[in-house]
Nanobody
Framework: QAQLKESGGGLVQPGGSLRLSCRGS????????IAWFRQAPGKQREGVSC????????KYADSVKGRFIISRDNSMNSAYLQMNGLKPDDTGVYYC?????????????????????WGQGTQVTISP
């Protein structure tokens, strides 16, 4: 059964960095686009970034542009989210998601309803 599993979360001080990983099994990342979402307590889940399977083109939410970098390594069945300049507002549970051709010019790519496969999430806490 195809699955996604996140790792790399933790507690970091403001201004610090974290690198999240999303490992896919069952071939789920072979041809699917990948996205990272986050959900803070009491807030709706929001799209952070996505990356296409075809050419590695990426999209970012305005709140993370210039600070976060999404990447993927198909040979490792993995995707990553490098998070720099972390702020307390970045706190939340981070999820990776995958689906076919979602992160494309004619799609938003950062809306949760676009994705059918999800991981369990990893907690990221930014606090002094």
């Amino acid at each position: 059964q195809a699955q996604l599993k996140e790792s790399g979360g933790g507690l970091v001080q403001p201004g610090g960095s974290l690198r999240l990983s999303c490992r896919g099994s069952g071939g789920i990342l072979d041809y699917n686009d990948i996205a990272w979402f986050r959900q803070a307590p009491g807030k709706q889940r929001e799209g952070v970034s996505c990356i296409a399977s075809s050419d590695g083109s990426a999209k970012y939410a305005d709140s993370v542009k210039g600070r976060f970098i999404i990447s993927r390594d198909n040979s490792m069945n993995s995707a990553y989210l490098q998070m720099n300049g972390l702020k307390p507002d970045d706190t939340g549970v981070y999820y990776c998601a995958a689906d076919f051709m979602t992160c494309r010019e004619n799609r938003n790519g950062l809306e949760s309803h676009e994705y059918r496969s999800w991981g369990q999430g990893t907690q990221v806490t930014i606090s002094p």
